[in-house]
């Protein structure tokens, strides 16, 4: 059976290439839809893939929603399962998935190329920063419990 969710780049498959859940069409993100990647290669966000895992508690396998094969649940849950790296890091680059194919470097547009080091990286060195004791200190927790008598609060 081909893949049609497959598009035409090798080695992704699933939603991946639309950087969508194929299943639910919510669009992958770094919280509750991450891109799951079962062990047939398929993608899915891992919501979608907890709904698969919870039907029946003892059982221990995801059925692919596509191909059928079974993946076992790890030890850790369905948030033990592989990310699809691809599309993780583009909705982690905040970039669509159009992006996946590598860019050649180049200058970042708006900042102004670099061409040499700066002559100092640090400060010259002289004696440390002073910085000043807290006063009302409780010697027991080592926070600020109460104000010394006498002193003014402004």
Do not use: I, N
């Not at 599309?87 to 860019?103: E, I, K, T």
């Amino acid at each position: 059976m081909q893949d049609a969710a497959a598009g035409g780049a090798p080695g992704l498959r699933g939603g991946s290439q639309r950087g969508d859940c194929v299943v639910c069409y919510s669009a992958y993100d770094l919280t509750g839809h991450l891109p799951r990647r079962l062990y047939c290669g398929h993608t899915f966000c891992q919501a979608c893939v907890w709904r698969l895992a919870v039907p029946s508690p003892e059982q221990h396998w995801v059925p692919c929603p596509q191909c059928r094969q079974s993946t076992p649940v790890p030890r850790g849950g369905v948030a033990m399962l592989d990310l699809d790296l691809a599309a993780f890091l583009a909705v982690r680059a905040g970039r669509g998935p159009s992006c996946l194919q590598p860019q050649p470097p180049g200058p970042c547009k708006g900042s102004p190329t670099v061409t040499q080091q700066p002559a100092r990286l640090l400060p010259a060195s002289g004696p440390p920063p002073h910085f000043p004791q807290p006063r009302g200190c409780c010697p027991a927790c080592r926070s600020l419990c109460w104000d010394p008598p006498g002193s003014l609060q402004l």
